[in-house]
């Protein structure tokens, strides 16, 4: 993928982003986490199969994070704080990088696929989403 | 490369790749020295209607991504349940170009 599309298309993905939290931001008054079944309205997964897939919380997760609640971020999505921070930092990096004509993100997209490559980080990395999944599914189901 | 080994291979790989590149691959494969026929044989290329399969089953988890090595986009999507299920349903028609272009530029260091 070469740099401007990789920059544009972050740029919306964290922009279209921002209009889902925001659009999600007032409807988390509650953050206490309990057994509840939401209505899976976007998530075509757990529309068409019924069940939860490795992401549900995440909406929750990173609005309790917008409005400061890091403990219950955690509870409803462990990498739900991970994104809160993407979306925070990458487009300023983005805006950085085209104003300076680097490719400091691009650099550091392409690491980051060569990490998650390696053998080893890989099987850890689905260790965990699994780990989440299953966590996932005893909440919803 | 001798011209029916050349033609054996696109008759076995021709629709790994778009249908444009296809004359393009072939010439400059005739021009492609001898040695290099056995790494071009072992290339891993990636068949887009698996890829199409496993984006209509599991597209929403992005496996289909992590399939033809777009590792970083791979995690974009399943964090974000299929992009938000629009990413999922615009990968449909996306995937099958985006996995001949992943083969295109696997065979790119062996055919210059």
């Known amino acids: ?141 | 490369m001798e011209e029916n080994k050349v033609d054996m291979f696109l008759m076995a790989n021709g629709k790994y790749f778009e249908s444009m590149q296809v004359p393009q691959i072939r010439d400059m494969l005739l021009r492609v020295d001898d040695s290099k026929w056995v790494m071009i044989q072992s290339l891993n290329l990636k068949n887009p209607t698996t890829s199409l399969i496993v984006s209509l089953l599991a597209g929403s988890l992005g496996i289909d991504r992590f399939m033809i090595g777009d590792t970083g986009l791979g995690i974009g999507k399943l964090l974000t349940c299929g992009g938000f299920g629009i990413w999922t349903i615009v990968d449909w028609f996306l995937i099958q170009g985006a996995t001949k272009k992943k083969n295109w530029e696997k065979i790119q260091p062996y055919i210059y």
């Open chain 1, 1 to 141: 993928m070469n740099r401007n599309k990789l920059y544009l298309f972050v740029f919306f993905f964290c922009l279209t982003g921002y209009f889902w939290i925001g659009y999600h931001y007032n409807k988390a008054a509650d953050f206490s986490i309990k057994k509840e079944t939401t209505s899976f309205d976007f998530c075509l997964f757990s529309s068409l199969t019924g069940v939860p897939c490795p992401s549900c919380g995440m909406t929750r997760s990173v609005t309790s994070a917008a409005h400061g609640h890091w403990i219950s971020s955690l509870q409803w999505h462990p990498l739900g704080i991970l994104m809160f921070l993407a979306m925070l930092v990458f487009p300023p990096w983005i805006a950085w990088d085209v104003l300076r004509r680097k490719n400091t993100f691009l650099i550091f997209y392409q690491k980051t696929e060569k990490f998650f490559q390696q053998k080893p980080v890989a099987i850890v990395s689905i260790f965990v989403i699994l780990a989440i999944w299953v966590m996932n599914l005893f909440r919803y189901l």
